[in-house]
């Protein structure tokens, strides 16, 4: 079997000219008007040299408690600070994966981003809320050919979905809102429309 | 998915990409779609290493609606003798001149952000002073928040006293509790 085409993705590589994205090097790092020295255009640049985060990793030996500490699961020569939530795993300040909904071991942080289960970890998800909308505009363009009815349906399936979204965002629903309200209209124009069609079929048929 | 509020600070469109830019409480959100698809990115506040901002021309936009302009008008010339579609022609090469003049005229800000991971862009079209705000803002709140990492969280300002115990337990001895592995 064939390899799989290389991805072709740019990693980043640290700050770098805005302009021509050559890399600058720490000497052209400053505040100021900055002169890239690849392509001498320059560019008005604000640097900071942010401090490294330190943990405080107690070692089990220093941890001030009569009988010692638990000792962690992963570094055994490393103070337990906490327990995973999930598996109740004794962790030190390393291995504690906290991003705002409890302390995890890294195992379980894993597992748990695999499965799309941390939301605040979460770096990519569908925009239920554009879908509904394209869906809701092709029921527009389509409702001549009795098409609005499924259309909006659909539109609505996404806006439930978009709703819980834009809920757990704490977002603004109002376009969200707009959109349900075209489907429904949507749906009573659609019936609106058979309805009228079989009155104008009866009434052929009559004749 | 981050909840709370976050404020829109500018978008990224150009031909490749389509990014919006958020500020939340701690990062810059980058945002950026692939069909029906969003990937998130963010530049903490405390990795922001550089803030820049300078104007470009765009010369493949420029020349686009320039190559477009005289396509039109070309059509025009030549067809100046069927008076509707050359009308029409006219009408369309109007608007890419216009768009192309704009553009020469005001040029595009771009503010870039640059953390030790990751990094996000903003274009500014015609919203000059609001780029110079973007701008401003990323670098004070970054300045901010990486002053707050060197600074010991439980620093009070000069000429405040922390504050005491409650009343109830004034007075009292404190016992040590013994130790219990539980």
Known sequence: ?207 | MTPGKRKRLGRNVGTMTRETVFETVDAIETESREGYDVTRKRVLFEEILLVTIHRELGVLYVTLTAALTVTFAGVAFFSRSVEGVAIFFSILALTFFIACAVRVATRVDFVSVFGRRSKAVMRFSLRKRRAREVYGRICSRALEVQRAMIEPASALPPGETPPGPPESLQGQQHEDVPFTAG
């Open chain 1, 1 to 207: 079997m064939a390899d799989p085409a290389p991805l072709h993705a740019h990693a980043y590589d640290g700050p770098s000219c805005p302009r021509c994205r050559a890399r600058l090097t720490a000497d052209w790092i400053h505040s100021g008007i900055v002169i890239c020295p690849d392509c001498n255009k320059p560019f008005e640049a604000t640097a900071f040299r942010p401090p490294q985060r330190r943990l405080e990793v107690v070692s089990v030996a220093a941890a001030l408690t009569p009988e010692g500490a638990n000792a962690c699961a992963n570094h055994e020569r490393n103070a337990a600070v906490t327990n995973c939530v999930r598996c109740g795993l004794f962790i030190c300040a390393l291995c504690n994966m906290d991003v705002g909904t409890g302390p995890h071991c890294p195992s379980c942080f894993d597992r748990l981003r695999a499965d799309d289960a941390l939301a605040p970890a979460a770096t990519r998800y569908r925009d239920y809320a554009s879908m509904a909308r394209i869906a809701m505009i092709a029921g527009l363009f389509f409702s001549f050919m009795l098409l609005g009815i499924p259309f909006a349906l659909v539109s609505l399936y996404y806006s439930r979905k978009a709703f819980k979204q834009l809920r757990d965002e704490d977002r603004s629903k109002i376009g969200l809102i707009v959109v349900i309200i075209m489907a429904l209209f949507e749906i009573l124009a659609g019936i609106a429309l058979i309805a009228l069609m079989i009155v104008s079929l009866t009434k052929v048929t009559k004749k």
